[in-house]
């Protein structure tokens, strides 16, 4: 989890209770957990979109690159 143990977990948890208090930080990580997984939504669809973009061929061939050089499968000395 992004290299974080859990005593730096349980710090994290104490500092957004001291900052957001008893009564606010379900409401906060509720919010927080609803960006998150908007942010995440929006950036699966990015990634879905580029993956199945034309224009990237188009650019290759303007270049005089092929697609295939970016898998070439050449063993590694």
Do not use: C
Not at 2 to 23: H, K, N, Q, R, T
Not at 50 to 69: C, K, M, N
């Amino acid at each position: 989890m992004f290299g974080v143990g859990a005593p730096e977990a349980l710090f994290i948890g104490l500092i957004a209770l001291f900052v957001f208090g008893p009564g606010n930080l379900a409401e906060a990580t509720r919010i927080a957990g609803a960006m998150l997984g908007k942010a995440q939504r929006k950036l699966d669809e990015a990634n879905a979109e580029l993956i199945s973009a034309d224009y990237p061929d188009e650019w290759f061939v303007e270049r005089g690159l092929q697609t295939d050089d970016l898998f070439d499968e050449r063993p590694v000395d």
